[in-house]
């Protein structure tokens, strides 16, 4: 893309595709960068999502604003879990440890999101290659637990069930049941109770002002089903299920083979656009990559989800921010300390047939089921 493309698209194709130009660099942002464009992405899809609603007799296309502020609204939600909520609980969003935990809490407590607390040390046993993928760890819980995703079923199988799981009912009931416990029952009173005081006061200042049906649609439906059906893919693209031989090392080898950047894009066409034949290539490119790349990027690949694996290599670093560089300089260094570099998929769902590819390679006895 950096060759074949005018330089002008560059910030824009670098952000959507999370990997940028050969040699190009951009200076850390403030992670403050990430908490303000959340709740702009929050408020201004909620508000966009409002429009239709809120006149008399919208015209037809009015209504087109609905689904794209659920999709603005559901990305800034994204933020708040992948970006905001996860590294609080490294330390890494605020300069003090009290403000990561009282944020971290706050957002637990208002999106229905695991106890900040319980959250925390659960993570970090997600970050022990002595854990990781088995049934202590959050990642297998979910997959195996939550999911229903067993290690050698067929790949076939594995997505019927994942197909399967997009669209249930029961599925996202029981993923917000889950939620709503591990949320506002956890026995910690005043993170219950703060969270219980949001939501009743939702309510019932949707029930002073009859606006029951717009919370519903505008609040209610992103952060429940919009934003389970994003965890699901998000999950599923995060690990894959190394060979035997590394998950026994439990090292650092083991940590390179089960996580790779994931990377929303398309190869560029080889021709040139100035024949039909070209042109229609670059039109169908075009089209992919602003609308299936896009929305992947905005609904499932939040933030430096891409990016997942520098995050496993380098947890504490506060060079998240500028997780797109930093991951590759990272990676044009070789990755000190350990013994392999980087690898990367590109394309959301490639990524998870790949994962899903080795899930289904993988012996049950090898992780312990």
Known sequence: ?????????????????????????????????????????????????????????????????????????????????????????????????????????????????????????????????????????????????????????????????VALIT??????????RRRIQASLFTGDRGHDWMGRAFWAGLIALALATGTVMELLLLWVLPVTVLLQVATIYRILCEHRFPDARFIALRDKHFVCEATTGVFAGRPVPNGRADSLGGLAQWAGWWLNMLTVQLFVRLFVLVGDAPCHDFHHRRPATRRWTNYIHARQQDAEAGSPGFPQGYTECWGLFEAVDSNLATLAATAPATIGR
């Open 1 to 161: 893309m950096a060759v074949r493309l005018p330089a002008a698209l560059q910030p824009f194709l670098t952000w959507l595709t999370a990997m940028p130009a050969p040699g190009e660099t951009r200076a850390d942002r403030p992670a403050a960068h990430f908490v303000a464009g959340a709740l702009a992405l929050v408020l201004g899809g909620m508000a966009l999502g409002a429009l239709p609603l809120m006149l008399a007799a919208p015209p037809l296309a009015a209504w087109l604003l609905l689904p794209l502020g659920w999709l603005l609204t559901s990305s800034g939600l994204g933020l708040f879990q992948v970006v905001i909520f996860h590294h609080c609980s490294h330390g890494t969003v605020f300069a003090n440890r009290g403000r990561n935990r009282q944020v971290g809490r706050m957002v637990s407590a208002f999106l229905l999101f695991k106890r900040f607390d319980d959250y925390q040390r659960e993570h970090m046993m997600h970050h022990s290659a002595k854990k990781l993928l088995t049934e202590e760890d959050e990642f297998a819980d979910f997959v195996l637990g939550m999911c229903r995703l067993e290690p050698g079923l067929p790949k076939a199988e594995l997505w019927r069930r």
């Open 167 to 176: 669209v249930s009912p029961a599925f996202h009931l029981r993923f917000l």
